[in-house]
């Protein structure tokens, strides 16, 4: 019985930092929106609105805005990656690692996948 609760305990703690670890990378490698001065060839569209196109590339999240927007992405795990306003025209976001997010822009939530 002794050793059953050592051993949760120590799940438990190794959990957290694995968890603690993946934050931190994430907000050390989260540079913040860029423009796109070439339009990659590799892009794929996920969602076009009125005021706003979303497209993928690898490592990537393309945004082409009317204005500037309020962008927000998370994990699948709803983690926040990032909170940030693209500019107006096309701006690219560096993902710290390949996977499905949650890209919000507004009212519109998608789901993207680099």
Not at 41 to 55: G, H, L, Y
Not at 84 to 113: E, M, N, R, W
Request: contains cysteine; positive net charge; charged residues 20%.
């Amino acid at each position: 019985m002794k050793l059953k609760t050592i051993l949760r305990t120590l799940r438990i703690t190794v959990i957290a930092a694995i968890l603690a670890t993946a934050t931190i990378s994430f907000a050390s490698a989260a540079k913040g929106w860029e423009p796109v001065k070439v339009e990659r060839q590799d892009a794929k569209p996920v969602i076009s609105a009125s005021e706003f196109e979303i497209k993928t590339a690898k490592g990537v999240i393309i945004v082409t805005a009317n204005h500037p927007v309020q962008i927000k992405i998370f994990t699948i795990l709803g983690r926040l990656v990032s909170t940030g306003t693209a500019p107006q025209g096309t701006s690219q976001f560096t993902l710290p690692a390949h996977g499905v997010y949650i890209v919000k822009i507004g009212d519109v939530t998608c789901k993207v996948a680099v």
